[in-house]
């Protein structure tokens, strides 16, 4: 029996490379959404889009309105929500795994190298404290739900 890999965000850069990369192993099968298939923004898309979602899949969160496309506090309010709604998502239908890609911008800028988990976070715009915020919504809702997660 394969493993269950679940990318949301697949049509960015990263999603879209680990979509294919997972593909193409026969130990996993892949379901890739991108933000027409699921939309973060609204409980009842994820709820619709994941709903064969089990408790032995891994979920790998791309999905972002990154500092590109706006850096805001209109989009900082929107990708903690999306990390919201997905913890909602989470509490009703726990995975095996969460792996949330992050950003090392948590630290601000020129943080000091290497980083480690006891680096202070320093964020200093609103992309690097939606990143935060979402690691830390993300990190409540899996420790209540024994999910294992996995920051990057």
Same mark, same amino acid.
């Given at each position: ?21 997972? $593909? ?17 923004? =609204? ?24 500092? $590109? ?5 209109? =989009? ?57 915020? $979402? ?7 899996? =420790? ?9």
């Amino acid at each position: 029996m394969s493993q269950k890999i679940v990318i949301l965000g697949a049509k960015g850069f990263i999603g879209s490379y680990l979509s294919k990369q997972f $593909s193409k192993d026969s130990k996993y099968t892949v379901a890739s959404y991108s933000s027409s298939d699921c939309n973060l923004l =609204s409980v009842d898309s994820i709820n619709q889009s994941l709903s064969k979602v089990t408790a032995n899949d891994t979920l790998i969160i791309t999905s972002t309105i990154n500092r $590109s496309t706006e850096n805001s506090l209109n =989009s900082m309010v929107k990708n903690i929500s999306m990390a919201d709604n997905l913890a909602k998502f989470l509490e009703n239908h726990p995975v095996k795994q969460v792996i949330f890609l992050s950003s090392i911008d948590v630290y601000g800028i020129n943080p000091i190298i290497p980083i480690t988990e006891r680096t202070l976070p320093n964020p200093n715009d609103y992309y690097s404290q939606s990143k935060l915020t $979402s690691e830390f919504v993300l990190q409540k809702t899996c =420790s209540k739900n024994n999910i294992s997660l996995l920051v990057l």
